[in-house]
């Protein structure tokens, strides 16, 4: 107990409370008054001590609570070690495997807490595409399509870390088809792992397509490769035939075949084809091989690809004013999406290459760096864009006449300083709604390095929509530092800064690849490149072929007379499912429909669908606006994943190695006998295995108890409070009371 007062006051307190009890119970010697002094009662004279004594306590107590003490109080509590357990729920489990087998090793995991009693804190997860958190006892979620263990670990890391993590329970097996192999993963929880081997590890008789390899976007009239690498084991001797069709509602030709001659136990073979992309749009191709007697599975026999047919490549001018690493970046952005071929020319080669109007022919997306400059104005280069309709993409820097680019677009206008530039950072603007780039590309590049924008006075056009804001140093502005805009139905977009190479070195330092630069500036060279599109109500997927289990995601646009952009209308959509594909159920004959509703966003609609089953969709999309219904419908892909039925045993190694590499323990289930499980314990650099017959809950409870790197941790917690919420000191005060006024009763003094 602490005073927040001088102990002096403790001194004062007492003298009070017995200066008090004295003056009320000895005044008078313990005499009634009104028979003097001399008839004292013998009994009073004996009790009154005790009474005084009761009331100095009272007293006491009473005062020393109005001096406001602290009490500290010191607690010892314990942590009981967590236990994790992850049980691996995607489709190869039961399929390199015996169901009722897998079940039991549920029932097992689940039972675990009562095996271990209050000594361990149990929680239990399913994992497949991610981690999931379930109750005991409770059914796992639908079987995942594939397996990412790599995810599920880091999830399991990111989420207990700074926790007591005593150990890791791991069921699976072993198959992880998305993700990096998690064995030489050298940060995370460092904690005994305990695998457990699910499926059947036997290799069985089985012939099937292991990787298909081809374009994803193609273009008409062209011709594309597809590559099937084939596998077969234990069917040495069996012949088949492997073969790929076109799959549409008219029927499925058979494009390509070609015979194959099995002659040993373990063969492989690589079969390419060359295909043409007749039409446009989604096309679906089923690559498939015939089975052979005695094939454990066909589930592996066959693979649904999906080819985006696109109408023709788009031509794309990088216009240079000199030579600059943001040309190389910009021409590997562009050429990486597969649907640009690149054209770069410096402002001084142009009369070599026969002038600008000859450059600019048959072009759809000009790119102008530091174009005009103070060397190469280039005042007929707006007339020629306009007369050609070709949009545009302004970079500015400092080399740029920001003069005659004020004068040559309406979008943006600089009002020039002293002719130097700002090293400014990228913001994003939450309110632009041309197009949705990905949250993650914008977070990332906010903190990429700064680009090089003209240093002046930045007037932004009403009418302009700015996705990057400029963040000088720590001071957040108006500026634009990318914004679209449109001059008679031309699209034109400005980079206000140079340096875009910069951000490609830091997003491949960060990731080891280029992803969130490429993919924001893909999709502004996209939105660029799109023509003119005069129709008022627009519905855009996010794409043309979304992956099983993938959520759909559409954009939406809606003007009025005026062509100006208007959301106040409800739009809804309908999407209906047109052919089943993969281990989806058959469609009934009118086609199995979804209808949604849009959210409006910013100035238009947005839509996401959730996972939809396998299969092509057609849509269509309606609203109303003054009395007349506008409509807008499209086509899409949802492709069936069959990573998890492209092997039939389970890959125990993995587990072996995990379990090692802890120091952990490895358990499996022993051929030799149904019901017991071989244990494979980590010793120095190699793994020490046993037989034990016993439940697996048992066994894995015995084998935590006996790990001496699980313990509790001890929390030692002092709490300080004020004394007046000592509730014991208000019970000391109403006993003493208490018996005082039972003594006086009893005496018979009031």
């Known amino acids: 107990m602490s005073l927040p007062v001088s102990p002096w006051f403790l001194v004062l307190a007492g003298l009070l409370a017995l200066a008090y009890a004295l003056l009320l119970y000895f005044r008078d010697g313990g005499g009634n008054r009104a028979q003097g002094f001399a008839d004292a009662d013998p009994t009073w004279r004996r009790w009154r001590a005790a009474m005084g004594g009761l009331r100095f306590g009272v007293v006491a107590v009473l005062l020393l609570l109005l001096l406001d003490p602290l009490l500290r109080e010191r607690r010892t509590e314990e942590e009981a070690p967590l236990l994790l357990v992850a049980m691996d729920h995607s ?10 087998a897998y079940a039991g090793v549920l029932a ?54 700074g926790q007591n993590v005593g150990a890791i329970v791991l069921a699976s097996d072993g198959l992880i088809n998305r993700g990096s192999p998690p064995a030489y993963r050298q940060d995370g929880l460092n904690v005994p792992v305990y695998a457990i081997g699910l499926g059947d590890t036997t290799q069985r008789k089985d012939l099937r397509i292991d990787r298909v390899f081809a374009n994803r976007i193609v273009y008409r009239g062209d011709r594309f490769a597809v590559q099937v690498d084939l596998s077969a084991f234990g069917a040495s001797g069996a012949n088949s035939r492997v073969q790929v069709q076109r799959i549409a509602a008219g029927g499925s030709p058979v494009l390509a075949s070609e015979g194959l001659r ?7 073979q690589r079969v390419e084809w060359a295909l043409e992309a007749e039409q446009t749009g989604v096309q679906h191709y089923r690559i498939s091989v015939s089975p052979v007697p005695g094939e454990a599975s066909t589930a592996n026999n066959s693979y649904d690809l999906y080819v985006d047919v696109l109408e023709g490549r788009q031509e794309v001018l990088l216009l240079a004013a000199a030579p600059h690493p943001d040309l190389s970046a910009m021409r590997q952005i562009l050429e990486g999406r597969g649907q640009y071929r690149v054209e770069l020319v410096l402002a001084d080669a142009l009369d070599a290459a026969g002038g600008l109007e000859a450059v600019l022919e048959d072009k759809d997306l000009l790119v102008a760096h530091q174009i005009p400059s103070t060397r190469h104005r280039l005042e007929a280069l707006p007339g020629l864009l306009q007369r050609a309709e070709i949009p545009v993409l302004y970079v500015l820097g400092a080399a740029s006449d920001l003069t005659a680019f004020g004068a040559q677009q309406p979008v943006l206008r600089v009002r020039a300083g002293n ?24 977070k990332a590049i906010e903190s990429f390095p700064p680009l090089s924008a003209p240093f002046g006075d930045y007037r932004t056009a009403p009418e302009a929509r700015v996705l990057l804001q400029q963040r000088i140093g720590r001071v957040n502005t108006d500026y634009p530092l990318l914004l679209f805009g449109e001059q008679n139905g031309r699209r034109i977009g400005v980079l206000a800064g140079e340096g875009l190479w910069r951000w490609r070195v830091q997003d491949f330092v960060e990731d080891g690849q280029h992803d969130h630069v490429d993919a924001l500036m893909g999709q502004c060279f996209q939105f660029l490149g799109v023509k003119s599109d005069r129709r008022r109500f627009r519905v855009q997927p996010g794409r043309n072929v979304f992956a099983e289990g993938e959520a759909l995601r559409f954009q939406g646009e809606l003007y009025d007379a005026a062509y100006q952009p208007v959301n106040t209308p409800d739009a809804t959509m309908v999407l209906r499912r047109t052919e089943a594909f993969g281990d989806a159920d058959a469609v009934p004959p009118e086609g199995e429909r979804f209808d949604f509703r849009f959210r409006r966003r910013g100035e238009g609609y947005a839509l996401e669908t959730g996972a939809l089953p396998p299969g092509n969709y057609q849509y269509r999309a309606e609203t109303r606006l003054d009395g007349e219904t506008l409509v807008a419908e499209g086509r899409l892909s949802v492709r069936a994943r069959q990573l998890e039925t492209q092997r039939l045993e389970a890959d125990h190694g993995l587990l072996l190695d995990l379990a090692a590499r802890s120091q952990g323990s490895f358990l499996g289930p022993a051929a030799a006998q149904p019901g017991s499980w071989r244990i494979s314990t980590a010793r120095d650099s190699g793994m020490v295995a046993r037989q034990q017959d016993a439940a697996l809950s048992e066994l894995l409870a015995e084998r935590i108890r006996a790990e001496t790197r699980i313990k509790p941790i001890l929390h030692e917690r002092v709490q300080t409070r004020s004394a007046i919420h000592w509730r014991w000191a208000f019970a000391l005060v109403l006993l003493m009371l208490a018996l005082e006024w039972v003594l006086r009763k009893a005496l018979g003094r009031y």
């Open 262 to 268: 099995i002659n040993a136990g373990r063969w492989s």
């Open 108 to 161: 097992e995991l689940d039972a675990l807490q009562e095996a271990l009693g209050k000594d361990y804190r149990v929680r239990h997860f399913a994992f497949g595409e991610a981690l999931t958190e379930r109750e005991a006892g409770t059914a796992l979620p639908p079987d995942a399509s594939s397996t990412n263990l790599e995810k599920a670990l880091g999830a399991l890391d990111d989420r207990f870390a």
């Open 91 to 100: 489709a190869s489990v039961v399929a390199s495997g015996d169901s009722s």
């Open 419 to 442: 002719g130097s530039v700002n090293q400014t950072m990228a913001r994003a603007n939450p309110d632009f709604s041309r197009f949705k780039p990905s949250a993650e590309s914008l």
